[in-house]
């Protein structure tokens, strides 16, 4: 007689096979699946079960579906078509970077026949775990994109959580960092590493020398900013003289002036011409509280700001580097419906964009 259990390995190797099997064929049979994989038929309909009763499945007559094929009570999608996969999406900001990368992904969902179920955390790592377990537990979801913390032990911790999940995750503008080695997960990120070698070079042409860097402290963007930054001042034979890794906008109106005020006094004493700054709010704010105090821009200090959400609105307007963010958005919908569809036999993807530099008054001035 069968044990009424078996390892935890082997029921979620048995489930993923059957999923995959369904992404492919769009029906499975219990008999088929038995004599594959050399159980016996109540192995195949107990987990047919388990995958039903997480809302992945529809058990019929002697076998199963995909639940998003045959589930009438999930919405079309607005251009009318069915929709295949229901994804959750969860983002660490609504108001800020991401909006523009929830545009991208809204409309490769509707194009393709998703259900975009979107929730909003913050950067706390134990927020984001649990606005993603809500969705999970749900039992409903054929995928997840997130866009966790990544770095420290809670953030390594976080990424072998989602690695474990039963279902495929994608990540949005975040990448594991090489010495994790996991497999499973799947990116879409702006190559922000680049952009910081980017931003140093465009400084470099321009005839700057000594240069320096403000980033936003905690920022998961601000350390790959840092390392395209280094080396290119390294290879480029520039000098970084100052360097600070601040939150102003989240200072106090005094406090921000003596942060600003002593970074403007560090540049002027080390005769410091030009800044990369991440990001907006944080390059708006240093360049009028120095036009506010005498300094001309460019010609006093260049200015390179690193997002571009509020960079053109300045005076003058800042030269931005600007990730794209909505194509981020759409890849990783496009990353995941690929993966749902193909299943285990498609390579595990992972994507990097280049952000794109845009030239403002800030370091080149008015044309003359």
């Not at 979620?12 to 049979?29: A, K, M």
């Not at 649990?130 to 994109?145: P, T």
């Not at 790959?224 to 906008?249: F, I, K, N, Y």
């Not at 708006?284 to 005498?294: C, F, K, N, P, S």
């Given at each position: 007689?069968?044990?009424?259990?078996?390892?935890?390995?082997?029921?979620?190797?048995?489930r993923e096979h059957i999923l995959d099997e369904l992404r492919r064929t769009g029906s499975v049979r219990v008999t088929d699946l038995a004599r594959e994989l050399r159980v016996s038929e109540?192995?195949?309909?107990?987990?047919?079960?388990?995958?039903?009763?997480?809302?992945?499945?529809?058990?019929?007559?002697?076998?199963?579906?995909?639940?998003?094929?045959?589930?009438?009570?999930?919405?079309?999608?607005?251009?009318?078509?069915?929709?295949?996969?229901?994804?959750?999406?969860?983002?660490?900001?609504?108001?800020?970077?991401?909006?523009?990368?929830?545009?991208?992904?809204?409309?490769?969902?509707?194009?393709?026949?998703?259900?975009?179920?979107?929730?909003?955390?913050?950067?706390?790592?134990?927020?984001?775990?649990?606005?993603?377990?809500?969705?999970?537990?749900?039992?409903?979801?054929?995928?997840?994109?997130?866009?966790?913390?990544?770095?420290?032990?809670?953030?390594?911790?976080?990424?072998?959580?989602?690695?474990?999940?039963?279902?495929?995750?994608?990540?949005?503008?975040?990448?594991?960092?090489?010495?994790?080695?996991?497999?499973?997960l799947e990116w879409v990120t702006t190559d922000h590493v680049f952009g910081g070698s980017l931003a140093a070079d465009h400084l470099a042409s321009l005839g700057h020398r000594r240069v320096?860097?403000?980033?936003?402290?905690?920022?998961?963007?601000?350390?790959?900013?840092?390392?395209?930054?280094?080396?290119?001042?390294?290879?480029?034979?520039?000098?970084?003289?100052?360097?600070?890794?601040?939150?102003?906008?989240?200072?106090?109106?005094?406090?921000?002036?003596?942060?600003?005020?002593?970074?403007?006094?560090?540049?002027?004493?080390?005769?410091?011409?030009?800044?990369?700054?991440?990001?907006?709010?944080?390059?708006?704010?240093?360049?009028?509280?120095?036009?506010?105090?005498?300094?001309?821009?460019?010609?006093?200090?260049?200015?390179?700001?690193?997002?571009?959400?509020?960079?053109?609105?300045?005076?003058?307007?800042?030269?931005?580097?600007?990730?794209?963010?909505?194509?981020?958005?759409?890849?990783?919908?496009?990353?995941?419906?690929?993966?749902?569809?193909?299943?285990?036999?498609?390579?595990?993807?992972?994507?990097?964009?280049?952000?794109?530099?845009?030239?403002?008054?800030?370091?080149?001035?008015?044309?003359?």
């Amino acid at each position: 007689m069968e044990p009424p259990t078996d390892p935890p390995a082997f029921g979620l190797s048995r489930r993923e096979h059957i999923l995959d099997e369904l992404r492919r064929t769009g029906s499975v049979r219990v008999t088929d699946l038995a004599r594959e994989l050399r159980v016996s038929e109540l192995t195949i309909r107990r987990d047919i079960g388990h995958l039903a009763d997480r809302g992945l499945v529809t058990r019929v007559h002697g076998g199963a579906t995909l639940r998003s094929r045959l589930d009438t009570t999930v919405p079309a999608s607005a251009t009318g078509a069915p929709i295949r996969f229901r994804v959750g999406m969860v983002v660490p900001s609504l108001s800020y970077y991401w909006p523009h990368i929830i545009i991208g992904a809204r409309a490769a969902a509707t194009e393709l026949g998703v259900q975009l179920i979107l929730r909003g955390a913050s950067y706390s790592v134990d927020d984001q775990r649990r606005q993603i377990s809500s969705l999970v537990e749900s039992g409903s979801l054929h995928g997840l994109i997130v866009a966790p913390e990544t770095l420290g032990a809670d953030g390594r911790a976080l990424l072998h959580w989602l690695e474990a999940l039963p279902i495929p995750v994608v990540l949005a503008e975040r990448r594991v960092p090489s010495a994790l080695a996991l497999t499973k997960l799947e990116w879409v990120t702006t190559d922000h590493v680049f952009g910081g070698s980017l931003a140093a070079d465009h400084l470099a042409s321009l005839g700057h020398r000594r240069v320096g860097i403000l980033t936003s402290a905690g920022s998961p963007t601000s350390w790959q900013l840092r390392r395209g930054w280094d080396r290119a001042v390294a290879a480029l034979g520039l000098e970084c003289l100052v360097d600070v890794d601040a939150t102003l906008d989240a200072l106090d109106g005094v406090a921000r002036e003596v942060l600003i005020a002593e970074l403007l006094g560090r540049c002027r004493e080390t005769a410091t011409t030009a800044l990369l700054i991440h990001n907006d709010p944080q390059a708006v704010l240093l360049e009028q509280y120095a036009r506010d105090h005498g300094w001309s821009i460019p010609d006093d200090l260049a200015i390179v700001a690193y997002d571009d959400e509020v960079a053109e609105s300045a005076e003058p307007a800042i030269t931005a580097l600007r990730p794209p963010k909505q194509h981020v958005g759409r890849l990783a919908v496009e990353t995941m419906v690929a993966r749902l569809a193909e299943g285990g036999r498609r390579p595990v993807q992972r994507v990097h964009l280049l952000p794109e530099l845009l030239p403002r008054d800030s370091t080149v001035g008015r044309a003359t």
